[in-house]
Nanobody, 120 residues
Framework: QVHLVESGGGSVQSGGSLRLSCVVS????RGWFHQVPRKEREGVAA???????TYADSVKGRFTISQDNAKNTLYLQMNSLKPEDTAMYYC??????????????????WGQGTQVTVSS
């Protein structure tokens, strides 16, 4: 049973920063996706076991994904936050990544999510 627990969400003003954390190990790809009510989930950033990273166009240059292998911890540093970043953010793990927009697959795993709210 895979168990992922996110932390670090909260409320900030536009232009602010937050860092999300998640304890996760194993799996070829680890990362984050977000979801807002009545919309499809969307991959935000992922990192492979080889250290390669991929980002959604909407967050490139603002968000950074990283991992501390010694602590089995995944991070998402979110800078220059915008109101449109408001969503529930989920830590996820999957052995496949075809298109980040639709990641993770139905065979992936994710946590309960942490809310990020950015006010203008």
């Amino acid at each position: 049973q895979v168990h992922l627990v996110e932390s670090g969400g909260g409320s900030v003003q536009s232009g602010g920063s937050l860092r999300l954390s998640c304890v996760v190990s194993g799996y070829t790809y680890r990362g984050w996706f977000h979801q807002v009510p009545r919309k499809e989930r969307e991959g935000v950033a992922a990192i492979g076991s080889d250290g390669r990273t991929t980002y959604a166009d909407s967050v490139k240059g603002r968000f950074t994904i990283s991992q501390d292998n010694a602590k089995n911890t995944l991070y998402l540093q979110m800078n220059s936050l915008k109101p449109e970043d408001t969503a529930m953010y989920y830590c996820a793990a999957d052995n496949r990544l075809v298109d980040l927009k639709w990641w993770p697959s139905s065979s992936g795993y994710w946590g309960q999510g942490t809310q990020v709210t950015v006010s203008s």
